[in-house]
């Protein structure tokens, strides 16, 4: 992983508890594989498990050569797409991920955006800051805000859009789903209606975005989708700037039509010119819904959890196979 990415997730803690687990040094944190250093050389050589997270190089055929005993990755992070390659799978690479604890800040982002964006709380801050303490009548003007019996659709039975169902049951709201691997028999255990794109998004007046970035999932949410949404629904995305049609859904932006909480962009750093920064319609993030600060020591023990069941031989609890990549994060 990144040197930096080391730095944020492991504490003096977690580094003493890999000393207890492994036979490892904690400090040493390489980046390059390919073409590594000495000491790397020489850890690699003899690596039963190798502990990575962002920024993680991709453990090619090469990599694997010089890794002869490796038969083990746990990625302190979420999508292992990034660094695993086909060679992997073909020696037969157990492979563990931390997905699941980085739901969770994802998770809790968009359920505050959903309670807050129903709340039409940005737009008071607005107004209120506009009126200086002005007397105004603030019923008047939110008289369609609030999180009673509203309707949220969720776009994706993943890891994250489960958590967000989860999270949503104790409030008010009605849920709606659109994933098309989800039968009426799991959604019913969900506790949600399954419906198709077009009727969630014509009958929601929140839709947010947990589907993965597949070729298949790029702009979903596409002018039509947009179009169906009704007039001062919000769009919340936490997933990837590319399963929504950028140019579409500034346009609906722009009439002030829709309200969106936007955590990811394509690209995904815009542009200084770009109207997203200051339209008031927009909450617009820099990719924090995913963990943060603290947060990331729970990658840390998510991470030395599993190294732990390696080493007593119990299986992965967050383990990854190949087949599920094809319609996973």
Same mark, same amino acid.
């Given at each position: 992983?990144?040197?930096?990415?080391?730095?944020?997730?492991? /504490?003096?803690?977690?580094?003493?508890?890999?000393?207890? %687990?492994?036979?490892?040094?904690?400090?040493?944190?390489? +980046?390059?594989?390919?073409?590594?250093? #000495?000491?790397?050389?020489?850890?690699?050589?003899?690596?039963?498990?190798?502990?990575?997270?962002?920024?993680?190089?991709?453990?090619?055929?090469?990599?694997?050569?010089?890794? @002869? =005993?490796? =038969?083990?990755?746990?990625?302190?992070?979420? /999508?292992?797409?990034?660094? &695993?390659?086909?060679?992997?799978?073909?020696?037969?690479?157990?492979?563990?991920?931390?997905?699941?604890?980085?739901?969770?800040?994802?998770?809790?982002?968009?359920?505050?955006?959903?309670?807050?964006?129903?709340?039409?709380?940005?737009?008071?801050?607005?107004?209120?800051?506009?009126?200086?303490?002005?007397?105004?009548?603030?019923?008047?003007?939110?008289?369609?805000?609030?999180?009673?019996?509203?309707?949220?659709?969720?776009?994706?039975?993943?890891?994250?859009?489960?958590?967000?169902?989860?999270?949503?049951?104790?409030?008010?709201?009605?849920?709606?789903?659109? +994933? !098309?691997?989800?039968? !009426?028999?799991?959604?019913?255990?969900?506790?949600?209606? @399954?419906?198709?794109?077009?009727?969630?998004?014509?009958?929601?007046?929140?839709?947010?975005?947990?589907? !993965?970035?597949?070729?298949?999932?790029?702009?979903? %949410?596409?002018?039509?989708?947009?179009?169906?949404?009704?007039?001062?629904?919000?769009?919340?995305?936490?997933?990837?700037?590319?399963?929504?049609?950028?140019?579409?859904? &500034?346009?609906?932006?722009?009439?002030?039509?829709?309200?969106?909480?936007? +955590?990811?962009?394509? !690209?995904?750093?815009? #542009?200084?010119?770009? &109207?997203?920064?200051?339209?008031?319609?927009?909450? &617009?993030?820099?990719?924090?819904?995913?963990?943060?600060?603290?947060?990331?020591?729970?990658?840390? +023990?998510?991470?030395?959890?599993?190294?732990?069941?390696?080493? =007593?031989?119990? #299986?992965?609890?967050? /383990?990854?196979?190949?087949?599920?990549?094809?319609? /996973?994060?």
């Amino acid at each position: 992983m990144a040197p930096a990415t080391a730095e944020r997730l492991f /504490s003096d803690r977690h580094r003493a508890r890999l000393r207890s %687990l492994t036979h490892t040094d904690p400090r040493l944190v390489a +980046d390059e594989l390919a073409d590594p250093a #000495p000491a790397v050389a020489a850890a690699l050589a003899r690596a039963e498990i190798l502990l990575t997270g962002w920024g993680a190089p991709p453990l090619t055929s090469r990599v694997l050569a010089a890794a @002869p =005993r490796l =038969r083990a990755v746990v990625h302190a992070a979420g /999508s292992v797409k990034h660094h &695993l390659t086909d060679a992997c799978w073909e020696r037969g690479i157990a492979v563990a991920s931390a997905a699941d604890a980085n739901a969770l800040p994802v998770a809790e982002y968009t359920l505050a955006a959903i309670l807050l964006a129903n709340k039409r709380v940005l737009h008071a801050a607005h107004r209120y800051r506009e009126l200086r303490g002005r007397p105004h009548d603030w019923h008047a003007e939110l008289a369609r805000a609030g999180n009673y019996r509203r309707t949220v659709g969720v776009i994706g039975a993943s890891r994250i859009g489960r958590r967000v169902i989860a999270l949503l049951r104790p409030f008010d709201l009605r849920v709606l789903l659109y +994933d !098309p691997y989800v039968d !009426p028999a799991e959604a019913g255990r969900l506790r949600v209606r @399954p419906v198709g794109l077009g009727e969630l998004c014509a009958g929601s007046d929140i839709v947010t975005v947990h589907a !993965p970035q597949l070729p298949a999932t790029r702009h979903l %949410l596409g002018a039509r989708e947009l179009a169906l949404m009704p007039d001062g629904a919000t769009l919340v995305n936490t997933a990837r700037g590319s399963l929504v049609d950028g140019t579409a859904l &500034l346009a609906e932006l722009r009439t002030g039509r829709l309200h969106a909480v936007l +955590d990811v962009t394509e !690209p995904e750093l815009p #542009p200084p010119c770009s &109207l997203l920064y200051d339209l008031p319609n927009v909450l &617009l993030t820099p990719h924090i819904a995913g963990s943060m600060g603290g947060e990331l020591h729970r990658l840390a +023990d998510a991470a030395l959890d599993e190294v732990e069941r390696y080493v =007593r031989g119990v #299986p992965f609890a967050g /383990s990854v196979r190949a087949a599920d990549l094809g319609h /996973s994060a």
